[in-house]
């Protein structure tokens, strides 16, 4: 009885796969470093946006108790930090188990650097954030970049690329790819909506995280190719 065999993902050509991580990765980071300049020296029409969004949001935020503890909820457990570094330990625990060290190393530093980026960065920045006579939320630390949609960013793009890269089903890449967006975008409403961060905040937030995972993953893609290299260039010597 033949039994049919899974299709695998198709595969991308390693050199096109630098290059287009690359140069996604340049331009996510001149984008940030644009917004990063805007937002330093208060650029009055960004200031006036990110205004008239928090303006619009807070009075829907005050009047609409029950939406606003299910915002809560999702904001501060479904897509907290916390919770989207658990998500990353998992995919790391799934790579520990096939002994994929240097992945796992990959992961866990990208993460972390994320991590180091966003608080550098706020306190250079000194940004106030948001400020209400009747808050519905409250946060910590100065408000550019967001923390929220940096985490979700970091984590989501790492989860899609790990999928890829370990040929995955092109259904549970794209599966993922939809959970990631609803996560990112979903996070970055929810932080607005509750007025503890301004609109370029967010949007900082994500071009920051994408940046980060583009760049990443170029780097490991440029580290295992020379990596392979030298180990043919050693088998060629020892014939």
Do not use: N
Not at 10 to 36: E, I
Not at 69 to 92: G, I, Q
Not at 161 to 189: D, H, K, Q
Not at 198 to 218: C, E, K, P
């Amino acid at each position: 009885m033949h039994v049919p065999t899974r299709p695998a993902a198709p595969a991308v050509p390693p050199r096109l796969a630098r290059t287009t991580g690359k140069r996604a990765g340049a331009v996510l980071c001149v984008m940030f470093l644009a917004l990063l300049a805007l937002v330093a020296c208060e650029w009055g029409p960004l200031v006036s946006l990110d205004r008239w969004v928090a303006d619009g949001l807070h009075p829907v935020a005050v009047g609409h108790h029950g939406w606003t503890r299910f915002v809560h909820w999702l904001s501060d457990r479904l897509w907290d930090p916390w919770t989207m570094r658990a998500v990353l330990a998992v995919a790391a625990l799934w790579l520990l188990r096939r002994r994929e060290w240097l992945l796992v190393a990959w992961v866990a530093g990208t993460s972390a650097l994320g991590t180091v980026l966003q608080q550098l960065l706020k306190a250079a920045v000194d940004r106030d954030r948001p400020r209400w006579p009747d808050p519905v939320a409250v946060a910590s630390y100065q408000a550019f970049p967001s923390g929220h949609a940096l985490t979700a960013t970091v984590t989501c793009g790492l989860v899609v690329w790990l999928l890829w890269l370990r040929r995955v089903r092109p259904a549970g890449i794209r599966t993922a790819l939809v959970v990631g967006a609803v996560s990112v975008v979903g996070v970055g409403f929810t932080r607005l909506y509750l007025g503890v961060h301004w609109l370029s905040d967010v949007v900082g937030g994500w071009l920051l995280g994408a940046a980060l995972v583009a760049g990443s993953a170029w780097a490991y893609d440029a580290v295992t190719a020379r990596r392979a290299a030298a180990g043919d260039g050693l088998e060629d010597t020892r014939k």
